[in-house]
């Protein structure tokens, strides 16, 4: 698999870390692309047209790949509007790996939790198919690729660049997390949707070798969920 076909399959279900590849540099964008109100206005309309309308739940399977390890199972995940999410995943004998939560850019964890298994939060909103840059992130950029894909990039005062690449209908295609140019995190999603959702993704560190993939399986409109969901502990069912 070259290096470029591996940067564009964002697996939810799973593909070989090839580490020889190396982290991918994102595309040049021509010299005279500099922030352009068009593009600031697309950027929104992507926004309100990817967030959440009603409370769902999601049953997917998910893989982690990392040197020394390789696990799986089950996973859950409760999504509220405006940006409400929780995480549960399971092992296959249905032990709890994960409980997460992550409102607006706030993540929250148990005590004695670890958070390697959640991506930073862009990226996990954007594994939803959700647009949300967040934080003080800021438009910097965007231009037309020679595929057709639009690329916008953000940059922040205080976290890695953002380079988003949208397809012809809006929807998220890949995301990528910059540290001076080069790819660190990188996320790639399987389009057409499916329900309104991406039927597979994968996450990956390239600087930790970790690769997390999902494989939705189901999608259900729910009632609005108890708070105390998004307030994670250790004792949660």
Same mark, same amino acid.
């Given at each position: 698999m070259s290096c470029s076909r591996f940067r564009r399959v964002f697996v939810l279900a799973g593909a070989a870390l090839t580490v020889s590849c190396g982290?991918?540099?994102p595309p040049e964008p021509p010299p =005279? +692309? =500099? @922030?352009?109100? /068009?593009?600031? *206005? *697309?950027?929104? &309309?992507?926004?309100? %047209?990817? *967030?959440?309308?009603t409370p769902v739940r999601l049953i997917? #399977?998910?893989?982690? !790949?990392?040197? +020394? &390890?390789?696990s799986g199972g089950r996973g859950v995940a409760r999504l509220e509007p405006p940006y409400r999410a929780r995480l549960d995943l399971f092992t296959g004998r249905g032990e709890t790996v994960l409980r997460a939560a992550l409102v607006g850019d706030d993540l929250r964890i148990p005590d004695g939790g670890s958070d390697e298994l959640v991506p930073p939060p862009a990226l996990?909103? =954007? =594994?939803l198919g959700i647009f949300r840059p967040g934080g003080d992130y800021r438009l910097a %950029? +965007?231009?037309e690729a020679d595929d057709g894909t639009l690329r916008l990039t953000y940059d922040s005062s205080s976290r @890695? /660049? &953002? &380079?988003y690449e949208l397809d012809d209908n809006? #929807?998220?295609?890949?995301?990528a997390l910059l540290r001076d140019g080069e790819t660190v995190d990188q996320l790639s999603l399987s389009l057409p949707l499916r329900d309104g959702f991406p039927a597979e993704a994968t996450y990956r560190n390239l600087i #930790?070798? !970790?690769?997390?993939t999902f494989t939705l399986e189901t999608v259900e409109t729910v009632e609005s969920y108890p708070s105390d969901i998004w307030f994670p502990r250790n004792q949660d069912m």
């Open positions: 982290p991918p540099r =005279s +692309g =500099s @922030p352009a109100v /068009d593009y600031h *206005r *697309r950027a929104l &309309l992507v926004e309100a %047209q990817t *967030r959440l309308e997917f #399977d998910w893989n982690v !790949r990392e040197p +020394g &390890l390789r996990f909103w =954007s =594994s %950029q +965007g231009w @890695p /660049d &953002l &380079l809006g #929807d998220v295609a890949a995301l #930790d070798f !970790r690769e997390l």
